[in-house]
C-alpha cells in the first residue's frame, strides 16, 4: 500500500533537504515503510515537483501542509468510524477517499461494513478473552488511530515535522517566519 507524505525539513539547499528527510526516514525502515521513493506516484505533486521551499511562496508552503492535515483529519474520522460506527443521518463516502458516488446499494453495504465493525469494537471492551483473532482488525484500527491522535510519526501521518517530531504545522510556520529560505517540503511516497 502506498501513501504519500510531506515531511517538512529544514535545510540549506534542495540536496540537503533530501538528505534530511531520508535521514529522519531512516529511523521508520520496517515500522512505518518497508520502501520508500522522494516523489514516486506523487512525483510533481508539490507545483511540479518534489521538493517546495517555503521562501517567497510561504501562502503555497502552508496549503501543502493544510492539505495534508486535512487528509490526516478525513482517515481520524474514517478510523473512528470503524470505532463508533455511523449515525444514520451520516453521509456516507466511498472508502478509497476518491470522491467517488456511491449509489444506495453502495452506500448501504458501506454504513453496514462500519457498523460491523463498530459492534466488534464493542464485544472487544467486553470480552473474556481479548486475544481471540476476531479482534485484529479491530486492533488494527485502534493502533493506527492511537498513533494519529498521540503525534507519533505513523504510516498515515501524511504530513510530519521532521525537525521538531510532531504532526502539527505550529514551528515549521514559525521557522518559516524567521527563515523561510531554509525551509523545505519534500514529497514522499512510502510503501508498507
Excluded at 539547499?13 to 528527510?21: F, H, K, L, N, R
Excluded at 526516514?25 to 521513493?37: H, I, T
Aim: aromatic share 10%; with cysteine.
Amino acid at each position: 500500500m502506498h501513501v504519500h507524505h510531506l515531511l517538512a525539513v529544514q535545510a540549506d539547499s534542495p540536496e540537503e533537504a533530501v538528505t534530511v528527510a531520508e535521514t529522519f526516514l531512516s529511523g521508520y525502515e520496517d515500522r512505518v515503510w518497508d520502501w520508500y521513493e522522494i516523489g514516486g506516484r506523487w512525483s510533481g505533486a508539490l507545483d511540479g515537483g518534489d521538493l517546495f521551499c517555503a521562501k517567497d511562496q510561504g501562502v503555497k508552503f502552508v496549503e501543502f501542509i493544510d492539505a495534508a492535515i486535512d487528509g490526516r483529519r478525513r482517515e481520524i474520522a474514517n478510523l473512528r468510524r470503524y470505532i463508533i460506527g455511523m449515525k444514520d443521518e451520516e453521509e456516507v463516502h466511498d472508502t478509497l477517499g476518491l470522491g467517488l458516488a456511491l449509489d444506495e446499494q453502495a452506500q448501504a453495504r458501506t454504513r453496514e461494513m462500519y457498523n460491523k465493525s463498530a459492534k466488534m469494537f464493542d464485544e472487544l471492551m467486553r470480552a473474556d478473552d481479548p486475544d481471540d483473532r476476531r479482534f485484529s482488525l479491530i486492533g488494527w484500527h485502534l493502533r493506527t488511530l492511537g498513533g494519529l491522535v498521540s503525534d507519533t510519526y505513523c504510516f498515515d501521518s501524511m504530513f510530519f515535522d521532521a525537525e521538531e517530531y510532531t504532526g502539527r504545522k505550529d514551528s515549521v510556520v514559525d521557522r518559516m517566519i524567521a527563515s523561510p529560505e531554509r525551509q523545505w517540503l519534500v514529497s514522499v511516497d512510502l510503501h508498507n
